[in-house]
């Protein structure tokens, strides 16, 4: 890794992939490092030079003066200093999960500096938001959770799941959030079981690195509150909106009124696939990022 100073001296740590086209890549959690993401940016490798970020807190990267600043906004902001310390001028965004619902939030508050904006998995509305919509997220998720029941690690999973917030908030022991997260890992995924599904989650296990004040902000009500609608229609670059159509926690039920709020939007959902699609659909997910970034391109139309 790479490190970068920023202002108060600050540092934050970084790996680039990959040659062409500058693109910032975020990782979602809060509180995941950077290199989950590693997949994503080799898949990209040949077409964009590709910054993994560790976000403020994690791997190298200094945390935030104030816990609040783990929302997007604050990752935005962090994110657009790191960009100025790399001495990038214009850049596309591209995130994964939260880290989708951080690029579109650079997009809408930089947009002199966005290219364009790639959102997978991503989400606009927090829990609290989406139960007040009718709670069509909340139920998605439901039915996906129920897809898994009769597996022999879906009880394990499924405790973890449904005790996760308290169990968050109740430790700062990150090696005890990793072996938690390791858990629910499979039902991020519509085929978990499958030999190339499996491996890729293994992958995933063994790169999961997590800051324990990002993801206790985040479980402390960060995540309840987040709500994108007043960002979404000021967002002008192009911008996809990418997710599995069987994603538990970001599928259609987010994606839709995302592209729906962006006018530059395009909304691609790849069935049969849940939340990781570089792990579960990676030869779908790579033709739709680079199809999308080759019509984007600059004099060319979306």
Known sequence: MSTVSLPAGRTASYEAIGQGEPLLMFMGGPGLAAEFLRDDAELLADRFRTFLIDAHGSGG??????????DHLGHAAFYDEVRQALGLDQVSVHGV???????????????????????????????????????????????????????????????????WTERVLATDDPAELERMFGEVLPLYCAHPDRPDVAAGLARLRDRVRIDASAMKAWEGGI????????????IACPTLVLCGELDLICGPAQARPIAAAVAEAQLVAIPDCGHFLSVECHAEYRDAMLDFSARTAAGTTA
Do not use: K, N
Request: proline share 9%; hydrophobic share 40%.
């Open 61 to 70: 990267s200094s945390p935030p003066a104030d816990p609040s600043q783990y």
């Open 223 to 234: 995540f309840q509150t987040i709500d994108l609608r007043p960002l979404l229609p000021t």
């Open 97 to 163: 999960s939260f880290g989708g619902t951080v690029a579109l939030t650079y997009a809408s508050r930089y947009p002199r500096r966005t290219v364009r904006c790639l959102a997978v998995s991503a989400f606009g509305l927090g829990g609290e938001a989406d139960e007040a919509e009718g709670g069509a997220a909340a139920a998605e998720m439901e039915q996906m959770l129920a897809r898994h029941a009769d597996q022999p690690w879906y009880p394990t999973a499924r405790a973890a799941w449904d005790g």
